[in-house]
């Protein structure tokens, strides 16, 4: 009886190492610029040679913050192979973005044994800035930078968390961001073909600020993009940034005779 009992349990045991499953799932937690989501299964789950999608294994939706759906890019899925699934977007998800991927219900595997459930997701986190102008070092005592981000900013949210660090100021310097017709003549004059095409990319990627205080002459400038700014949809960065900048030093003229 206990040769018996050991050999049922022995055979327990590897019936569940072998249990349809979700071996791996790719990308999980906060990512950037993601494209393709991919999940591979423990055990084949469409015919060899066959890469339609004729089972579609998860329910993806993305939302805000708040559950409330967005608007994401045109996707579609396919098996690169029996175990090996792949959701493809037509371009990578912009920033503020929340998806969640949800398996079907009694999911089974090619010979029909139930895969165990799985769930995961992932954010595109808050904004981050990919170009500032002026791009070089140098700037004025008093002056406006445009800054261009991977998504849509709460701009309160900026102005609360975002600020400058002034050499020989011995506190956080707060900033403003610029609107109206100041902006829009700024933006017409940086980037103006650009502009032209797409008025509402502009309106949603770029911020143009400037520093409450003047800056002192030859002082070191740094401007911080810190974790508690957010998306318009309520997602926090999660990665800080920093840009440094050198303030000119006044302007002088000599005379000679």
């Known amino acids: 009886m206990k040769i018996v009992s050991l050999v049922g ?35 084949d789950m469409t015919p060899l040679g066959d890469p339609r999608d ?3 294994p998860f329910k993806a939706l ?17 098996w690169a192979d029996s175990k090996n699934w792949s959701f493809d977007y037509a371009k990578p998800l912009p920033a503020g973005v929340r998806c969640q991927f949800e398996m079907k219900d009694e999911l089974k595997d090619l010979k029909g044994e139930k895969v165990a459930n799985r ?24 002056q406006y930078f445009v800054i261009q981000l991977d998504g ?15 050499e020989g100021i011995n506190e956080k310097v707060g900033l403003t961001i610029i609107k109206g017709n100041d902006r829009e003549e700024i933006l017409k004059s940086e980037y ?15 911020l143009i600020i400037s520093a409450k205080k003047r800056f ?12 508690g700014i957010l998306s318009k949809t309520g997602i926090p960065v999660s990665d800080t940034q920093a840009k440094e900048f050198k303030v000119l030093a006044p302007f002088t003229a000599t005379f000679s005779c």
């Not at 993305?62 to 396919?78: A, H, M």
């Not at 103006?192 to 770029?206: I, N, R, V």
Request: net charge negative; charged share 20%.
């Open 9 to 43: 349990a022995f055979a327990l045991i590897c019936s569940n190492a072998f249990a349809a499953e979700v071996v791996s799932v790719s990308p999980e937690g906060s990512v950037k610029n993601i494209q393709q989501v991919t999940v591979r299964f423990s055990t």
């Open 54 to 56: 004729t089972i579609f």
């Open 62 to 78: 993305c939302s805000d913050l708040k559950g409330g759906s967005i608007e994401v890019p045109e996707s579609q899925s396919r």
């Open 119 to 142: 769930n995961f997701s992932f954010s595109t986190s808050g904004p981050v800035i990919l170009s500032y102008k002026p791009s070089y070092s140098s700037i004025e005592p008093e």
């Open 152 to 166: 849509a900013v709460d701009e309160a949210s900026v102005e609360k968390h975002a600020y400058f660090e002034v």
């Open 192 to 206: 103006e073909e650009l502009y032209k095409k797409d008025p509402k990319a502009m309106a949603e990627k770029f």
């Open 216 to 227: 002192p002459e030859l002082a070191k400038v740094v401007l911080h993009w810190t974790n």
